[in-house]
């Protein structure tokens, strides 16, 4: 577990630093673990204020320094309530998922609408349109028939990231019924699932099950797998 928190501690503190909006990946992250902006400051010895200040972006980015202390005192807060969110964030980075299988797999900086991706991705909605309103918080993008042949349950599972609100896009799509059989035999279904491939009608039974699962399920047109990325990606920007 040692390994894997400071690949966590690495990871969020690379984020912020890099970010062109630290005070925005800031807020996210400290959402992310469930915890207020009060309590964050109480158990950094800083007033309420510069939290807020920092993710407001009225305080110049915080340095390396206090970039770790806050890192650090997120993750010791979560450890204080139970450590449910570095549970998550362990499977995530306990093994490595393979990167033919996993093509992308991304957390934003912010909520996005998941209208927005429609737009992005040149998707058309095939069921629950209504549901498309809700927020997303990252994509992953996987190989399907890979995915399928040569991940176990949990590998699978390591597929939802940090949270399950986000998008699934499976390519080497020619149906689309196996990946939603997948994810009905997984038990946890995620904010949006898009398919991507040759693929000329969704097959009626992954359509039920994204109806059943109440799961906005999309058909991407564009024209490549980098460009569904690059879709995906310009949703955070």
């Known amino acids: 577990m040692t390994e894997v928190k400071e690949r966590v501690k690495k990871w969020i503190a690379g984020e912020i630093s890099l970010s062109d909006n630290p005070g925005d990946v800031i807020r996210q992250w400290r959402e992310k673990f ?58 995530v980075f306990g093994t490595q998922l393979p990167p033919d299988v996993v093509l992308e797999i991304r957390e934003y900086a912010r909520p996005v609408d998941g209208k927005i991706v429609i737009k992005e ?35 699978f599972r390591r597929l939802y990231g940090i949270t399950t609100e986000r998008v699934l896009a499976f390519t080497s799509v020619t149906t689309g019924r196996s990946p939603m059989i997948a994810i009905r035999v997984i038990g946890i279904t995620p904010g949006m699932v898009v398919l991507h491939g040759d693929l000329k009608e969704v097959d009626p039974v992954g359509i039920k099950i994204a109806q059943i699962l109440k799961v906005p399920l999309v058909v991407s047109k564009a024209p490549t797998v980098e460009e569904l990325i690059k879709g995906l990606q310009k949703c955070a920007a």
Do not use: W
């Open 121 to 155: 991705i040149a998707g058309d909605v095939v069921a629950n349109k209504e549901l498309l309103g809700q927020k997303l918080f990252g994509y992953t993008v996987i190989d399907s028939l890979k995915a399928i042949l040569g991940l176990t349950l949990d590998d």
């Open 34 to 91: 469930r915890i207020n902006q009060t309590s964050l400051a109480k158990a950094m010895r800083v007033t309420p204020s510069v939290i807020s200040d920092y993710e407001a972006g009225r305080r110049k980015s915080p340095g390396t320094t206090t970039v770790k202390k806050i890192v650090e005192t997120l993750i010791k807060l979560d450890e204080i309530g139970g450590g449910e969110t570095m549970k998550n964030l362990s499977h």
